[in-house]
Nanobody, 124 residues
């Protein structure tokens, strides 16, 4: 499975961005997709995830109510709509896919495939 992320950029605090992640290859093996982020000097953190079949969503507390993850099964694409952005949201955002069920869905170690990352910068 190959993942191609896009949609990052520079935005002012309070603004919005939408990230996209297109999956190709053996996508029938994917059960869940997620977004993670890594700020300079920090560890990679879970942001959000969605189950590919039922559409159940999971969010980190820091983004709940501001970010929305969704998927388009026809286009094999997952989206992350980010609203009310804050400077602390600045990071490289990575999309990831896994074939496992929802167990440990917030753990990056449980994901099998990763995209290349897209930079999101929020200015104050």
């Amino acid at each position: 499975v190959q993942l191609q992320a896009s949609g990052g950029g520079l935005v002012r605090a309070g603004g919005s961005l939408r990230l996209s992640c297109a999956a190709s290859g053996r996508t029938f093996t994917v059960n869940n997709m997620g977004w993670f982020r890594q700020a300079p000097g920090k560890e990679r953190d879970f942001v959000a995830a969605v189950s590919w079949s039922g559409g159940r969503t999971y969010y980190a507390d820091s983004v709940k109510g501001r970010f929305t993850i969704s998927r388009d099964n026809v286009k094999n694409t997952v989206y992350l709509q980010m609203n009310s952005l804050k400077p602390e949201d600045t990071a490289v955002y990575y999309c990831a896919a896994r074939s496992g069920d929802s167990y440990a869905i917030r753990s990056g170690a449980s994901y099998d495939y990763w995209g290349q990352g897209t930079q999101v910068t929020v200015s104050s």
